[in-house]
């Protein structure tokens, strides 16, 4: 357990801009095994923010600990609200986990056979391709403010809060409903083509990063399920 703290925090300290949530944060952390009975899923490992706890089913799952440490980085609680990287409360809940899971397989290994958050994670990446440290200062420093600041040079406001709705949608609903999962999908793919567009990257960059499949309880999704759609797009302000 002390090896991972350790190796957490030397990756930390090289990568966040502010290490002021993980300082308060990690004073009274606690780290405590749970068999998760009566969870909504078959959780490996939780972070509760309220009471600065770990919860793990394995106690020697190292990248499990390192997600929920990241979790440990990014969350502060003010005037009873919990900010927890990019989300408030249980809002925009599915982009916190994507990233939050992004930065654990960027930084430490990841066990072979082991699928945790596949679609909210590929999104994370694209958001980061296209913000790239605005990101991850906004993630670390709990600001769901600057988050929206910064990605409006990009997208819309409606736009970017129907981006949070639609990955919330599939995320709290685990992935549920093969119909309504496929249709949040194509809106969050072609909300995604026209940041990439707004910030001059190319189509088929867009294209190749999105051109795979995940499988969720048994159903295979695509990442980008309306190519020709997101082509029609580029097309129309003679984007390259």
């Known amino acids: 357990m002390d090896k991972v703290l350790n190796e957490f925090q030397v990756i930390l300290v090289k990568i966040s801009p502010s290490?002021?949530?993980?300082?308060?944060?990690?004073?009274?952390?606690?780290?405590?095994?749970?068999?998760?009975?009566?969870?909504?899923?078959?959780?490996?490992?939780?972070?509760?923010?309220?009471?600065?706890?770990?919860?793990?089913?394995?106690?020697?799952?190292?990248?499990?600990?390192?997600?929920?440490?990241?979790?440990?980085?990014?969350?502060?609680?003010?005037?009873?609200?919990?900010?927890s990287s990019i989300s408030l409360n249980n809002y925009n809940v599915g982009l916190n986990e994507g990233i939050t899971q992004f930065l654990t397989e960027k930084y430490f290994k990841k066990n072979e056979g082991i699928i945790t958050y596949p679609y909210e994670t590929i999104i994370a990446h694209l958001l980061y391709k296209i913000m790239d440290k605005e990101l991850i200062t906004s993630y670390f420093k709990a600001d769901i403010k600057s988050f929206f600041i910064n990605l409006s040079k990009y997208l819309k406001i409606e736009e970017i809060e129907d981006l949070i709705n639609s990955l919330d949608f599939i995320h709290h609903n685990n992935y549920q409903n093969e119909r309504e999962v496929k249709q949040e999908i194509e809106v969050i793919s072609l909300i995604l083509a026209k940041a990439y567009k707004a910030k001059g990257l190319?189509?088929?960059?867009?294209?190749?990063?999105?051109?795979?499949?995940?499988?969720?309880?048994?159903?295979?999704?695509?990442?980008?399920?309306?190519?020709?759609?997101?082509?029609?797009?580029?097309r129309k302000s003679n984007c390259r």
């Open 202 to 234: 190319l189509l088929t960059d867009f294209i190749s990063d999105l051109d795979c499949t995940f499988k969720i309880n048994e159903v295979e999704y695509d990442f980008l399920p309306n190519i020709e759609e997101v082509k029609n797009e580029y």
């Open 19 to 83: 290490l002021e949530n993980y300082q308060r944060n990690v004073k009274t952390l606690k780290i405590e095994t749970s068999d998760f009975k009566g969870a909504r899923i078959n959780n490996a490992a939780s972070y509760n923010e309220r009471e600065n706890k770990i919860y793990l089913r394995d106690l020697f799952a190292s990248e499990s600990l390192y997600h929920e440490l990241f979790h440990v980085a990014s969350t502060k609680v003010e005037d009873n609200n919990v900010y």
